[in-house]
């Protein structure tokens, strides 16, 4: 367990550092390719904002989980999102349906990044992260909820 514990928190940092909204993952599908197609398989992408958008727009049934602390939700949050913190997710501690697209979403798009590989490796198949986080979505413009 606290071995387990070690590898969560250097995966963490590691997903945080300065090239955090970078990464060198290739989604499962390219972001012009419908999910649709590939339900058979797992889907692992790190979105743009614009494309972001467009998948909230049409995945009507998309968990959107925020893993900020309940602190950083001060500076707005997407519409219709669930905040379940980073750490809660490491520790187990969240009810998230089985069987529903997921798109998670942090600060800057690493915490969000490392909530895919824990959740994924419970059994979540279909996960999608906010690429630059929240802090991108600002620069893009688009909508918030205070």
Known sequence: MKKKFVVLVA??????SNNANQTDAQ??????????????????????????MELIK???????IDVRSPQELREGKIENSTLIPFFD???GNYTIPQGRPLLLICAVGGRSYAAMQILSRKGF????????????WKQANLPLVF
């Open 125 to 136: 198949k279909e996960i999608y992260n906010l690429q630059g986080g929240i802090s991108a």
């Open 89 to 91: 997710i490491m520790r």
């Open 11 to 16: 995966l963490f940092l590691a997903a945080c």
């Open 58 to 64: 049409q995945k009507k049934d998309l968990v959107i």
């Open 27 to 52: 989604p499962a599908i390219s972001a012009g390719q419908s999910a649709a197609s590939t339900s058979q398989s797992e889907v692992f992408a790190s979105y743009s904002p614009a494309q972001t």
